[in-house]
């Protein structure tokens, strides 16, 4: 940590004092150049002073042998002077030896060029010049008698510019000393405030930091700091919170993972399947069985092989197969195997499902296996007891067409006799109530007996009529349900089968004075597509139902359209009703109601066949058929017929 | 050694050629313009420039520029234009031997056409005009007539009592006075050494009159010859006497009449020009602050000479605008410009034309002393040609340092003398 400390101070102090010395060079550069040109600009006017002011004629031209002016008016390097004419000649000098001389003769003695007077022209110019030792200027200036007249004087001045030099370097050394001393002064200056206000604070904060990691979350940040530090210290301090919390919730994830861990470590304990982890390569990372004699080899001999080194080459083979398949398509793939273990010869059904992945396809798959062994010798069992069963249940259809065909058989039979039987009887009756009941007449006793027999021959006639009702409804039940019976398909009117239902049952309604039967027949009820005698036989059938259970009061037959498509019957009477026991199972076969008036045992004694029938042929026509009754509130019939289209 | 003269003959060229080309630049755009350099300025600027502006005022297109120019260096530059060639158009010059050499030169214009078709010769007097006259052909026009004398200060001389002296006896008299009263007698500035000039010139004139000073002049005759070496020895004695200021090399001229002006010196000998600066520049009156004496008589048996400069007007042989010059010249001849110069320098006119009454009291006893003078006189630096003249006037100043060396100095001088007049026998002649 001081390191780095240290490190960040010696990058702000670097930092510092190369921002520092760059701008401190920069304007150094710029100023020394700046006020070296000032410098030379300077010499320069200074040393076109004495041109001008003779040029305007306020400096006398003998002037140039007065060093003290000369100096004075050029900064103190002056060295010589001449005023040379427009013909070459001398007429001012310094040296008076050289007054009246040509200029080119007196040129070499003071270091000057001949041409420069030609040179120059009507303009002021400089010449550089060195000695060796020093460094000389000369201007040499046109003096003129009026504006726009050539020059007839030249003012050629010697001046060393070694003092210009000196000027210069010292200024640069001015300006290098104080930039060094800026540099020192200022960087110090920094470095202590950076120091102070930056690198101290962060400190603190690293110190703070230190705690932290150290797992002293409760200690204090100072965040007084109203500065980037202070935000900082603030980001920091609220980061604290952010960890203390999210270390708060990281302990509670860790606790909950605990426990799911635990959870899941005794799920894997009680799990009865071998799990493994494998790469794509099949080699075994982890390994995981409740039981250690159903592994091929030991858990420690298996991790880090490979399927190959631990399964049969085939089997290896298929399950890197399904391990490759598993990391390609991402999919749980199930595996049922066979495989040799130390306690025999047992079936796993292996479902590999993938942890991770690579684009490059490799990665890990988890391997559940379960021993599915008593599975699958269970399924031996159960395949050989349903081949059992589809043998029996072959067997009792067999039976159940011999019992069909029995049925109707013996109901074929049997109603041959029983119509002779039946014949015979109402013929002895009648014989008898015509032959020889008379007989009996005035005589008690044989009336008695005559009458007697009556109401035997009269219970033997009922009841043939019954037993052939019975045989007719059991022989119609077996024709539909062996489909052997011929369903017509024809337009009947509603109305006109209700009318015909009517009439069959009219005789029965008109023997009990009690009950009223009320028809309500809509208008303009759209024909049906049946067998006309087959409704005809159901709406009998719910009548005489009716008729059967009704003591007294009404029987009510009504024909409806409750939707364009649809044409409801019903038969409503007021009679007993039904439980709703009865109303769940009163359309199956052999089904009769439970009787609740002891009066109507007698009458309500039947095969129950009558409904199933009903609902047979409802459903046949593409209807259904319903009761909606209350127990001792009488009972509905209802049954629905599409219209036909 | 060759490439290099080679390649110093073609910077030559090419810089011959640049100046050729500025020259023809500056020709045409000179064209249209006659420039008039000239040596008025500060005290002696008066009168001129008013003229240029009239001159421009009344005549179209004239476009006259008159350019000043400091009397000391106007000496050297006009000398180096000329011999150059790019000499003004017209300039303003001292009849004397310094036109004469000009002439000498060839690089002056004879203007006898504009002296003829203007009729001078009835505009000036004879000497004027002589003096105009140079090799028998007219080539100045003359401006303005100083008169060299004694300008003195009124107010120490009534305070002391004294009168302007006649003789040279009075004059010491007066010199001994002042001095035993704490006056310099007699201030002098010869920073530029022509001021010392006007005292060899007179005591030698006053001593032996005209002839020997004009051959001294010319060449013919010794600086060595006792009458010269008298003359040094009486102007030693004055310097030794202390009636001069101090180190009068250090001066120039009108520090030297300031010294009048202020009190510290009564006199001093000076050519009328310094009536422009005391006028002018210092606000005294003529006759009340100032007056002048001629310079006293020392030896009553030589002729009476006055002398002072003749300034006048010249156009050079290479003006670029003679044309225009000629009438300049011609305007310059007119009553009202001499008058105006006149009263901007202090200086006589010296056309006839001018009235008397035109003057100042005192100008008017100048002229009456010039007309009461035998002689008229061109100061030595005018009467001698310049070589000669500067290096006297460089002679007289060493003998303001070193009066004792009096001998030795015009030894020196006898011998560049000679040696200038032994090299051009020409320039022996009478002016």
């Given at each position: 940590m001081?390191?780095?400390?240290?490190s960040l101070s010696f990058?702000i102090?670097?930092?510092?004092?190369?921002v520092e010395v760059v701008v401190?060079?920069a304007?150094g550069?710029y100023y020394v150049?700046?006020f070296?040109?000032?410098?030379?600009q300077?010499?320069?006017?200074?040393?076109?002073?004495?041109?001008?002011?003779?040029?305007?004629?306020v400096?006398r031209?003998?002037s140039?042998?007065?060093k003290a002016?000369m100096?004075?008016?050029t900064?103190?390097?002056?060295?010589?002077g001449?005023?040379?004419?427009a013909?070459?000649?001398?007429?001012?000098s310094?040296?008076?030896?050289?007054?009246?001389?040509n200029?080119?003769?007196?040129a070499?003695e003071i270091?000057?060029?001949?041409?420069?007077?030609?040179?120059a022209?009507?303009?002021q110019?400089?010449f550089?010049t060195?000695?060796?030792d020093d460094d000389?200027?000369?201007?040499i200036?046109?003096?003129?008698?009026?504006s726009?007249?050539?020059?007839?004087f030249?003012?050629l001045v010697?001046v060393?510019s070694?003092?210009?030099?000196?000027?210069k370097?010292?200024?640069?050394?001015?300006?290098f000393?104080?930039?060094?001393?800026?540099?020192?002064?200022?960087s110090?200056?920094?470095?202590?405030?950076?120091?102070?206000?930056?690198?101290?604070?962060?400190?603190?904060?690293e110190?703070?930091a230190?705690?932290?990691?150290g797992g002293?979350?409760?200690q204090?940040?100072?965040?007084?700091a109203?500065?980037?530090?202070g935000g900082l210290?603030r980001s920091?301090a609220t980061?604290?919170?952010?960890?203390?919390?999210?270390?708060?919730q990281?302990?509670?994830?860790?606790?909950?993972l605990h426990?799911?861990?635990?959870?899941?470590s005794?799920f894997?304990?009680a799990?009865?399947?071998?799990?493994?982890?494998?790469d794509?390569?099949?080699v075994?990372k982890?390994v995981?069985?409740p039981q250690?004699?159903i592994l091929?080899a030991?858990?420690?001999?298996?991790r880090g092989?490979?399927a190959?080194?631990?399964?049969?080459?085939?089997?290896?083979e298929k399950?890197?197969?399904?391990?490759?398949?598993?990391?390609r398509?991402?999919?749980?793939?199930?595996?049922?195997?066979?495989?040799?273990t130390p306690s025999?010869v047992?079936?796993f059904?292996?479902?590999?499902?993938?942890?991770?992945?690579?684009?490059q396809?490799?990665?890990s798959?988890?391997w559940?296996a379960?021993?599915?062994t008593?599975r699958v010798m269970?399924?031996d069992?159960?395949?050989?007891?349903?081949?059992?069963?589809e043998?029996?249940n072959?067997?009792?259809?067999?039976?159940?067409q011999?019992?069909?065909?029995?049925?109707?058989?013996?109901?074929?039979?049997?109603r041959?006799p029983?119509?002779s039987?039946?014949?015979?009887?109402?013929?002895i009756k009648k014989?008898?109530?015509k032959?020889?009941q008379p007989l009996a007449?005035?005589d008690?006793k044989l009336e008695t007996r005559?009458k007697?027999?009556?109401d035997?021959l009269?219970?033997i006639?009922?009841?043939g009529?019954?037993?052939t009702?019975?045989?007719?409804?059991?022989?119609d039940?077996?024709k539909?349900?062996?489909?052997?019976?011929?369903?017509?398909?024809?337009e009947v009117?509603?109305?006109?089968?209700?009318?015909q239902?009517?009439?069959a049952?009219?005789g029965q309604?008109?023997?009990?004075?009690?009950?009223?039967?009320?028809v309500r027949?809509?208008?303009?009820?759209?024909?049906?597509l049946v067998d006309?005698d087959?409704?005809?036989q159901?709406?009998i059938?719910?009548?005489?139902?009716?008729?059967k259970?009704t003591?007294e009061?009404e029987i009510t037959?009504e024909a409806m359209?409750?939707s364009?498509?649809?044409v409801?019957?019903?038969?409503n009477?007021?009679?007993?009703?039904l439980?709703?026991a009865?109303?769940?199972?009163?359309f199956d076969?052999?089904?009769q109601?439970?009787?609740m008036n002891?009066?109507?045992?007698g009458?309500?004694q039947g095969?129950?066949?009558?409904l199933?029938?009903?609902r047979?042929?409802?459903?046949h026509y593409?209807g259904v058929i319903?009761?909606?009754?209350t127990?001792?509130q009488g009972?509905?019939?209802?049954?629905?017929?599409?219209v036909?289209s | 050694?060759a490439?290099f003269?080679?390649?110093?003959?073609?910077v030559r060229?090419?810089a011959?050629?640049?100046?050729?080309?500025l020259?023809?630049?500056s020709t045409?755009?000179?064209?249209?313009?006659?420039?008039?350099l000239h040596?008025?300025?500060?005290?002696?600027?008066?009168?001129v420039?008013?003229?240029?502006t009239t001159y421009?005022?009344?005549?179209?297109?004239a476009n006259l520029?008159?350019?000043?120019?400091e009397h000391e260096?106007f000496?050297v530059?006009i000398?180096?234009?000329l011999?150059?060639?790019?000499?003004p158009?017209?300039?303003s010059?001292?009849?004397?031997a310094r036109v004469?050499s000009l002439?000498?030169?060839?690089?002056?214009?004879?203007i006898?056409?504009?002296?003829?078709?203007a009729?001078l010769d009835?505009?000036f007097?004879p000497?004027v005009?002589a003096a105009?006259e140079?090799?028998?052909?007219k080539?100045i026009i003359?401006?303005?007539?100083?008169?060299?004398?004694f300008f003195?200060?009124?107010?120490?001389?009534?305070k002391y009592?004294?009168s302007?002296p006649k003789?040279w006896?009075?004059?010491?008299?007066?010199?001994e006075?002042?001095?035993?009263n704490?006056v310099t007698?007699?201030?002098?500035?010869?920073r530029?050494?022509?001021?010392?000039q006007?005292?060899?010139?007179?005591?030698?004139?006053?001593?032996?009159?005209?002839?020997?000073?004009?051959?001294?002049?010319?060449?013919g005759a010794?600086?060595?010859a006792?009458?010269v070496?008298?003359?040094?020895k009486?102007w030693?004695?004055?310097?030794?006497?202390?009636f001069?200021?101090?180190?009068p090399?250090q001066f120039?001229w009108?520090e030297?009449?300031?010294y009048?002006?202020?009190?510290?010196a009564?006199m001093?000998?000076?050519?009328s020009w310094?009536?422009?600066?005391?006028?002018?520049q210092?606000?005294?009156?003529?006759?009340i602050?100032?007056d002048f004496?001629p310079?006293p008589i020392?030896?009553?048996n030589v002729?009476l000479?006055a002398a002072?400069p003749?300034?006048?007007?010249?156009?050079?042989?290479?003006?670029?605008?003679?044309t225009k010059?000629?009438?300049?010249l011609?305007?310059f001849t007119?009553?009202?410009?001499?008058?105006?110069m006149?009263?901007?320098s202090?200086?006589?006119a010296?056309?006839?034309?001018?009235?008397a009454?035109f003057?100042?009291?005192?100008?008017?006893r100048?002229?009456d002393?010039?007309?009461d003078?035998?002689?008229?006189?061109?100061?030595?630096?005018?009467?001698?040609p310049?070589p000669?003249?500067?290096a006297g006037?460089r002679?007289?100043s060493?003998?303001?340092?070193?009066p004792?060396?009096?001998?030795?100095l015009?030894?020196?001088?006898e011998?560049s003398?000679?040696?200038y007049f032994?090299a051009?026998?020409t320039?022996?002649k009478?002016?």
């Amino acid at each position: 940590m001081n390191q780095r400390t240290r490190s960040l101070s010696f990058k702000i102090s670097f930092a510092i004092v190369v921002v520092e010395v760059v701008v401190l060079v920069a304007l150094g550069f710029y100023y020394v150049t700046k006020f070296s040109d000032e410098i030379d600009q300077s010499s320069l006017e200074r040393l076109h002073l004495p041109g001008r002011l003779m040029n305007s004629q306020v400096l006398r031209y003998e002037s140039v042998a007065d060093k003290a002016i000369m100096g004075q008016l050029t900064g103190g390097n002056f060295e010589l002077g001449l005023i040379v004419g427009a013909d070459n000649i001398v007429y001012y000098s310094y040296r008076k030896n050289q007054v009246g001389k040509n200029f080119h003769n007196v040129a070499p003695e003071i270091g000057a060029d001949p041409i420069w007077i030609s040179v120059a022209g009507d303009k002021q110019r400089t010449f550089q010049t060195s000695d060796g030792d020093d460094d000389f200027i000369f201007c040499i200036a046109p003096i003129r008698a009026y504006s726009d007249a050539a020059p007839f004087f030249y003012l050629l001045v010697k001046v060393n510019s070694q003092n210009t030099q000196a000027q210069k370097r010292e200024m640069f050394w001015l300006f290098f000393a104080g930039s060094l001393l800026c540099v020192l002064l200022t960087s110090l200056a920094l470095i202590t405030y950076s120091r102070k206000l930056i690198l101290h604070p962060l400190r603190r904060l690293e110190e703070s930091a230190d705690r932290l990691a150290g797992g002293e979350l409760d200690q204090p940040i100072d965040t007084t700091a109203n500065d980037e530090v202070g935000g900082l210290a603030r980001s920091f301090a609220t980061m604290r919170d952010a960890i203390r919390n999210q270390i708060a919730q990281l302990e509670t994830v860790n606790q909950e993972l605990h426990a799911k861990e635990q959870r899941l470590s005794a799920f894997v304990n009680a799990l009865p399947d071998v799990v493994l982890v494998c790469d794509e390569k099949g080699v075994y990372k982890e390994v995981y069985s409740p039981q250690l004699d159903i592994l091929a080899a030991q858990p420690d001999e298996i991790r880090g092989k490979t399927a190959y080194d631990v399964l049969p080459p085939d089997l290896a083979e298929k399950s890197m197969q399904v391990i490759a398949k598993t990391i390609r398509t991402a999919e749980v793939q199930t595996f049922i195997y066979e495989l040799d273990t130390p306690s025999g010869v047992r079936w796993f059904e292996a479902r590999c499902s993938l942890i991770e992945k690579t684009p490059q396809n490799t990665g890990s798959v988890a391997w559940a296996a379960r021993d599915i062994t008593n599975r699958v010798m269970l399924e031996d069992t159960l395949r050989k007891a349903k081949e059992d069963a589809e043998a029996a249940n072959a067997r009792l259809v067999e039976l159940d067409q011999m019992k069909s065909g029995f049925l109707s058989s013996v109901s074929h039979e049997l109603r041959t006799p029983l119509t002779s039987f039946f014949g015979f009887t109402k013929l002895i009756k009648k014989s008898f109530i015509k032959l020889f009941q008379p007989l009996a007449e005035g005589d008690k006793k044989l009336e008695t007996r005559a009458k007697r027999i009556v109401d035997n021959l009269t219970i033997i006639e009922i009841e043939g009529e019954r037993l052939t009702r019975l045989i007719n409804n059991v022989l119609d039940l077996n024709k539909i349900e062996s489909g052997r019976v011929t369903w017509y398909e024809i337009e009947v009117s509603p109305g006109e089968a209700i009318s015909q239902a009517v009439k069959a049952i009219r005789g029965q309604v008109e023997q009990n004075e009690n009950v009223e039967l009320i028809v309500r027949v809509a208008d303009d009820l759209p024909m049906l597509l049946v067998d006309s005698d087959r409704l005809v036989q159901v709406l009998i059938n719910l009548l005489n139902n009716a008729l059967k259970f009704t003591t007294e009061g009404e029987i009510t037959i009504e024909a409806m359209r409750p939707s364009p498509h649809v044409v409801q019957f019903s038969v409503n009477d007021t009679g007993p009703g039904l439980n709703q026991a009865d109303q769940e199972k009163i359309f199956d076969t052999f089904q009769q109601a439970t009787l609740m008036n002891s009066n109507l045992s007698g009458a309500s004694q039947g095969a129950g066949l009558g409904l199933a029938i009903c609902r047979q042929i409802i459903s046949h026509y593409g209807g259904v058929i319903w009761c909606d009754c209350t127990e001792g509130q009488g009972c509905s019939f209802i049954f629905q017929l599409p219209v036909s289209s | 050694m060759a490439l290099f003269r080679l390649r110093f003959n073609n910077v030559r060229m090419m810089a011959g050629a640049c100046v050729l080309a500025l020259c023809m630049a500056s020709t045409a755009f000179a064209a249209d313009r006659v420039i008039f350099l000239h040596y008025w300025t500060d005290a002696l600027s008066g009168g001129v420039n008013e003229m240029v502006t009239t001159y421009n005022a009344k005549t179209p297109d004239a476009n006259l520029k008159a350019t000043g120019f400091e009397h000391e260096s106007f000496k050297v530059g006009i000398r180096v234009m000329l011999d150059s060639g790019n000499p003004p158009d017209m300039f303003s010059y001292w009849a004397g031997a310094r036109v004469q050499s000009l002439v000498d030169a060839g690089q002056l214009a004879p203007i006898d056409d504009l002296w003829k078709s203007a009729n001078l010769d009835a505009l000036f007097s004879p000497a004027v005009a002589a003096a105009c006259e140079y090799d028998k052909k007219k080539y100045i026009i003359p401006v303005t007539q100083h008169f060299v004398a004694f300008f003195y200060n009124k107010h120490i001389f009534s305070k002391y009592n004294l009168s302007p002296p006649k003789s040279w006896a009075e004059f010491l008299a007066i010199c001994e006075t002042l001095k035993k009263n704490g006056v310099t007698p007699i201030a002098l500035g010869t920073r530029h050494h022509w001021p010392g000039q006007f005292w060899f010139d007179f005591l030698l004139l006053r001593m032996t009159g005209p002839d020997l000073r004009n051959k001294l002049m010319q060449g013919g005759a010794s600086y060595t010859a006792p009458e010269v070496i008298s003359a040094m020895k009486i102007w030693r004695t004055l310097l030794k006497n202390q009636f001069f200021v101090e180190n009068p090399n250090q001066f120039d001229w009108s520090e030297a009449a300031k010294y009048i002006h202020g009190g510290q010196a009564a006199m001093t000998l000076m050519g009328s020009w310094i009536i422009g600066l005391y006028d002018g520049q210092m606000g005294w009156k003529q006759g009340i602050d100032y007056d002048f004496f001629p310079f006293p008589i020392m030896n009553r048996n030589v002729p009476l000479c006055a002398a002072g400069p003749i300034d006048a007007i010249a156009i050079p042989k290479e003006s670029r605008n003679k044309t225009k010059a000629l009438p300049v010249l011609k305007f310059f001849t007119t009553t009202s410009a001499q008058e105006a110069m006149s009263l901007g320098s202090g200086a006589l006119a010296p056309s006839l034309e001018v009235p008397a009454s035109f003057y100042t009291p005192m100008q008017q006893r100048i002229r009456d002393a010039i007309k009461d003078a035998q002689y008229w006189i061109f100061p030595y630096d005018l009467a001698t040609p310049p070589p000669v003249a500067k290096a006297g006037l460089r002679m007289f100043s060493n003998f303001l340092d070193s009066p004792d060396t009096y001998l030795q100095l015009l030894e020196e001088m006898e011998k560049s003398s000679q040696s200038y007049f032994s090299a051009r026998p020409t320039a022996r002649k009478n002016q």
